[in-house]
């Protein structure tokens, strides 16, 4: 089967794991403290209002973001209430007292409104250490430059510092351990240690990739709005988040599409060379734990595939 004809799976590291998506179903996989693995899953309910926006180009980057923020965000707070407590230990986890935000909201709004958050701190904080070269740097032009360089520091300032705290560095590994079973997987190669040790931990449909997206395509989109005055210029940020958002999600899919295409395949460089950061090499028990979800996942998908097939026989 070639990668076309593949189904098309996506993932996230969590703590101590991974989380695999798939057609009908998540799934993630967790080393316990005890070293035993754990899952959880998540059935992916079927919106059909989700379904058609999903279908329309530009709109469907932001549909597909907000329901992947809201659903990785169960998963990681699943991972990091588990991951280090032994199984023995369990009840305690239920005897936590929730806060009273996440018992309003939910820990998938919550996980929503912390995207958006950070999407409007990476926006806007660019904007007024811009300001500040304004005498150096007056055009328009310039000005969008200069904001754009200020945005991809901060970006690779904060990615740099957080991965030196030992949790993140293993989070990142993890990340490694998912792009090299999908990678392993689109190979039609056997899911076994050695083999997705063998494979690259960068991918080119990762969210990294995205975010680094929305930076370059931020500056050209920056360039058809003015810089002055400044409540203007914050404004027209704001408003044009979705837009970014909708045109960086389609440039990642394309530079996807023409990944095996030569030199169009050199369009997708800038997203790998910044999963240089965002991922780290797997050691062995990661990668089985990242095989293990990937594995369960599959299992579902086929169970549910052949449900579905007896369903429409009868």
Partial sequence: MSNSQKPVYGGQAVVEGVMFGGKHHYVTA?????????????????????????????????????????NGSKHLNFSTERYDVNPEEDDTIKEKKVSKLTMYLGVAVIGVISFLFGKFAFTLIPVFLAVLTKPIFPSDFAQVLVEGFFKLLLLLTYIYFVSLTPLIKRVFQ???AEHKVINTFEAGVELTIENVQAHSRLHY????????????????????????????????RILLIPVVLGIAFEVLQITNKVREIPVLKYLGLPGLW?????????????????ILSFQELLRREQETAFDT???EIV
């Fill in 205 to 236: 449909r990762c969210g990294s990739s995205f975010i680094l997206f929305t930076v370059i395509v931020g500056v050209f989109v920056y360039l058809f709005v003015p810089t002055t005055p400044l409540w203007l210029r914050v404004v027209d």
């Fill in 309 to 311: 097939k007896n369903e």
């Fill in 174 to 176: 993890y990340h490694g």
């Fill in 30 to 70: 967790i080393r316990r403290k005890d070293r035993s693995v754990e899952y959880f899953h998540i059935p992916r309910k079927s919106n059909p209002y989700l379904t058609f926006f999903k279908r329309i180009p530009f709109l469907r980057g932001i549909i597909s973001i907000i329901e992947a923020s809201a």
């Fill in 274 to 290: 910044l999963q240089l950061l965002t991922t780290k090499e797997p050691n062995n028990d990661q990668v089985e734990v990242a």
